[in-house]
């Protein structure tokens, strides 16, 4: 199984602060990444995948980077309905493999 | 807008058989463009992938589930469902229902675009 470490795990930040998640995968996934948004008592929401790509409705203060085993998401400005706990998951091979989350709460 | 909806029990006792069905609106389960997935998710952890089937019925599960788990797919009710057997408390968990793209060409398996909102399972006597 392909491992995915993301970091950090949690982290506190302010509203309009800039905030980075990184992830990497145990062997490389040639961009096959998505990035989630999951909210309290809810499902996850698709954000981006194969890495870069915003999914129609995600606000373009998010964005995705990265090769090989390393990816990044950015929030540049990070707004209230931002707090949330984000995943990455690489569809690169079976079974999907997902990081274990970050948790973005309010500083 | 495609809608997932799952159902079944919420408590299951140890031994038996967790059996959860997805019920799809919007959309179709006859569809070739993508395969229909479960996954779930423990209190306060991740996600893991259970297992999926497309319209042909075949399906992929998690080798480390494989030897209990049975996704089914009914195309007339436009459902697909879970079987996981043999569970215990470790099975506790949200269990989703979830729609992963498939690119087109490849056949290769995407993300996960539309997810159910969950149903909690119990595994308790």
């Known amino acids: 199984d392909i491992q995915m470490t993301q970091s950090p795990s949690s982290l506190s930040a302010s509203v309009g602060e800039r905030v980075t998640i990184t992830c990497r995968a145990s062997?490389?996934?040639?961009?096959?990444l998505a990035w989630y948004q999951q909210k309290a008592g809810k499902a996850p929401k698709l954000l981006l995948q194969?890495?870069?790509r915003l999914q129609s409705g995600v606000p373009s203060r998010f964005s995705g980077s990265g090769s090989g085993t390393d990816y990044t998401l950015v929030v540049s400005s990070l707004q209230a309905e931002d707090f949330a706990t984000y995943y990455c998951?690489?569809?690169?091979?079976?079974?999907?493999?997902f990081g274990q989350g970050t948790k973005v709460e309010i500083k | 807008q495609v809608q997932l909806q799952e159902s079944g029990p919420g408590l299951v006792k140890p031994a038996q058989t967790l059996s959860l069905t997805c019920t799809v609106s919007?959309?179709?389960?006859?569809?070739?463009?993508?395969?229909w997935s479960w996954l779930r998710q423990p209190a306060g952890k991740g996600l893991e992938w259970i297992g999926r089937?497309?319209?042909?019925?075949?399906?992929n599960y998690n080798p480390s589930l494989k030897s209990r788990v049975t996704i089914s797919l009914d195309t007339s009710k436009n459902q697909f469902s879970l079987k996981l057997s043999s569970v215990t408390a470790e099975d506790t968990a949200v269990f989703y229902c979830?729609?992963?793209?498939?690119?087109?060409?490849?056949?290769?398996?995407?993300?996960?675009?539309?997810w159910g909102q969950g149903t909690l399972v119990t595994v308790s006597s």
């Open positions: 979830a729609r992963q793209i498939m690119y087109y060409g490849s056949g290769r398996g995407g993300p996960f675009d539309y």
């Open positions: 919007g959309g179709s389960v006859s569809s070739g463009s993508y395969y």
């Open positions: 089937i497309y319209t042909s019925g075949n399906s």
């Open positions: 062997q490389g996934i040639s961009n096959s």
């Open positions: 194969t890495a870069t």
């Open positions: 998951q690489q569809y690169y091979s079976t079974p999907w493999t």
